[in-house]
């Protein structure tokens, strides 16, 4: 069972989590935290393998993404992502190697 640790961040909201799959020793990582004040989300992510669709909660209020950036080993760039729903909960889903850590930064509308 992947093992999951949550923070909560006084004026923000933040979660730390990293799941890992003992039988085959994959795992991935990742620290969200959504910045209110300056309508943004900082995903900073890591694991095995060499790519993952990411699938991120976003907060209810939200309804439109600006822009999505990646911070990979010295190299930014824009990438496309896509917005879903299930039932009330809006989703960014959106794709990414995972050959370096690297922080993707969501700008709201």
């Given at each position: 069972?992947?093992?999951?640790?949550?923070?909560?961040?006084?004026?923000?909201?933040?979660?730390?989590?990293?799941?890992?799959?003992?039988?085959?020793?994959?795992?991935?990582?990742?620290?969200?935290?959504?910045?209110q004040q300056h309508n943004e989300i900082a995903y900073l992510f890591t694991g095995s393998g060499?790519?993952?669709?990411?699938?991120?909660?976003?907060?209810?209020?939200?309804?439109?993404?600006?822009?999505?950036?990646?911070?990979?080993?010295?190299?930014?760039?824009?990438?496309?992502?896509?917005?879903?729903k299930i039932g009330i909960s809006a989703y960014l889903d959106f794709s990414t190697s995972l050959?370096?850590?690297?922080?993707?930064?969501?700008?709201?509308?």
């Open positions: 069972m992947p093992r999951k640790d949550y923070i909560s961040v006084e004026g923000n909201e933040a979660v730390v989590v990293c799941a890992q799959l003992k039988a085959s020793g994959a795992y991935f990582t990742y620290r969200y935290h959504f910045d060499k790519s993952v669709m990411h699938h991120v909660l976003l907060p209810l209020e939200i309804s439109n993404i600006k822009t999505i950036t990646v911070q990979d080993n010295a190299r930014q760039r824009q990438i496309p992502g896509t917005l879903s050959e370096d850590p690297a922080e993707i930064t969501i700008v709201i509308n």
